[in-house]
């Protein structure tokens, strides 16, 4: 399963609209007032699934994720010297990327890609495509990306 992950162009806060292949919105991600990062998510039915949040004050950037109200896991970044890495505490996950962060991998602990996520170049907004194997693995990687996009976004 495909999923486009679009950044709106007009919006004052974080405001994506995620696609399937054939162009039908899957998920609206609408970004609240807060103190860090808090993204709600969708569904096609404005049904709330998911929720990514930025716990402030910590020493390296991590996200709180949330499924249908009830924690997860959660999203750390590591310490690395030139590739992106990050810490994923949600059934043995964890992100591997490239030294320009255009190009990552959600792998399982045995080494499983369970996920492959590009940065779309030469777009006006931030675009990613989601490949994810196992549809049912959607969701929860799609929430990693947001949480990973956004610690890209307070980074920068």
Same mark, same amino acid.
């Given at each position: #399963?495909?999923?486009?992950?679009?950044?709106?162009?007009?919006?004052?806060?974080?405001?994506?609209?995620?696609?399937?292949?054939?162009?039908?919105?899957?998920?609206?991600?609408?970004?609240?007032?807060?103190?860090?990062?808090?993204?709600?998510?969708?569904?096609?039915?404005?049904?709330?699934?998911?929720?990514?949040?930025?716990?402030?004050?910590?020493?390296?950037?991590?996200?709180?994720?949330?499924?249908?109200?009830?924690?997860?896991?959660?999203?750390?970044?590591?310490?690395?010297?030139?590739?992106?890495?990050?810490?994923?505490?949600?059934?043995?996950?964890?992100?591997?990327?490239?030294? #320009?962060?255009?190009?990552?991998?959600?792998?399982?602990?045995?080494?499983?890609?369970?996920?492959?996520?590009?940065?779309?170049?030469?777009?006006?907004?931030?675009?990613?495509?989601?490949?994810?194997?196992?549809?049912?693995?959607?969701?929860?990687?799609? #929430?990693?990306?947001?949480? #990973?996009?956004?610690?890209?976004?307070?980074?920068?």
């Amino acid at each position: #399963m495909k999923l486009l992950f679009k950044q709106r162009l007009f919006s004052w806060f974080d405001s994506y609209d995620i696609y399937d292949e054939s162009g039908n919105t899957v998920y609206v991600v609408k970004g609240q007032l807060s103190w860090g990062h808090k993204l709600i998510i969708y569904d096609v039915h404005g049904n709330e699934v998911g929720t990514v949040v930025e716990k402030v004050l910590t020493f390296l950037p991590k996200f709180e994720i949330y499924k249908e109200g009830s924690y997860i896991g959660c999203l750390s970044k590591e310490f690395s010297l030139l590739t992106p890495r990050y810490n994923i505490d949600y059934n043995g996950w964890h992100i591997d990327g490239t030294i #320009m962060e255009w190009e990552y991998n959600i792998l399982d602990q045995s080494g499983y890609q369970i996920a492959s996520i590009s940065k779309e170049l030469l777009r006006m907004t931030d675009t990613y495509v989601i490949d994810v194997r196992d549809s049912e693995n959607a969701l929860e990687a799609l #929430m990693f990306v947001l949480a #990973m996009d956004a610690e890209k976004c307070s980074r920068n």
